[in-house]
């Protein structure tokens, strides 16, 4: 089956700089990796998604890249603000809704 | 338009009762997946549902069911309950399969 790894585990910037989280994936079947921001305490929150005929997508602030070749895509976030701070998952999916997830990435956006 | 609603936001229940957890998706969306959030384990797939059938299933035991009636409501059922299952238990729908998944708030079960 499918295996995400996500790095780093934890992630401290200060405010205005910019966030980089990584992850790989295992299955060259998966077409489908979306981001989830988590709160303390609240659901996960789909942020951004990208499907594997696309090699980047932006949302404002938020940016994912995908390298189907190399197997990993990467979730970029420019002038990070102090509600950035949640916790990240990546995940990836090869058939309907059946995403594995990455094990989270921890950011904290200091003042 | 609503979210994705779970009832009970909480539980607590002892070591080999059953429990039902349920779910109702965002209106229109037809697609019902449930997922384990865990500290150690993380989110874990764990079945999901489309037009009240199961389409795909995770690698859990057996004890965990689930259900999707023709509203596309969905119920979840773990049996024989086990300190393990303790866990945050997420539902989330969506329009299609392979579309945008919404999650719903969740419903923490605490087995003790």
């Known amino acids: 089956g499918e295996n995400v790894e996500q790095h780093p585990s934890t992630l401290s910037v200060q405010e205005g700089d910019s966030a980089v989280i990584k992850c790989t994936y295992s299955?060259?079947?998966?077409?489908?990796f979306p981001w989830y921001k988590q709160e303390l305490g609240k659901r996960p929150q789909l942020i951004i998604d990208?499907?594997?005929?696309?090699g980047e997508k932006k949302d404002q602030r938020i940016a994912v890249t995908l390298n189907k070749t190399a197997k990993h895509f990467s979730l970029h976030i420019t002038e990070t603000q102090p509600e950035d701070s949640a916790v990240y998952f990546c995940?990836?999916?090869?058939?309907?809704?059946?995403?594995?997830f990455g094990t989270g990435t921890q950011l904290k956006v200091e003042l | 338009k609503a979210g994705v609603t779970q009832t009970p936001r909480y539980l607590i229940k002892t070591r080999g009762q059953q429990v039902t957890l349920s779910c109702s998706p965002i209106?229109?969306?037809?697609?019902v997946s449930w997922y384990q959030q865990t500290p150690g384990q993380g989110l874990q797939f764990l079945f999901e549902?489309?037009?009240?059938?199961?389409?795909n299933k995770g690698n859990f035991p057996g004890r965990f069911s689930g259900r999707q009636f023709s509203n596309s409501r969905s119920e979840m059922n773990v049996s024989t309950l086990e300190l393990g299952d303790s866990a945050l238990y997420l539902c989330?729908?969506?329009?299609?399969?392979?579309?945008?998944?919404?999650f719903g708030n969740g419903t923490r079960l605490t087995v003790t």
């Open positions: 990208i499907r594997s005929n696309v």
């Open positions: 989330a729908s969506s329009l299609l399969g392979g579309s945008p998944l919404h």
């Open positions: 299955d060259s079947a998966s077409n489908y």
């Open positions: 995940a990836a999916s090869p058939e309907g809704n059946k995403l594995t």
């Open positions: 549902y489309f037009s009240e059938t199961q389409r």
């Open positions: 209106s229109g969306h037809r697609s």
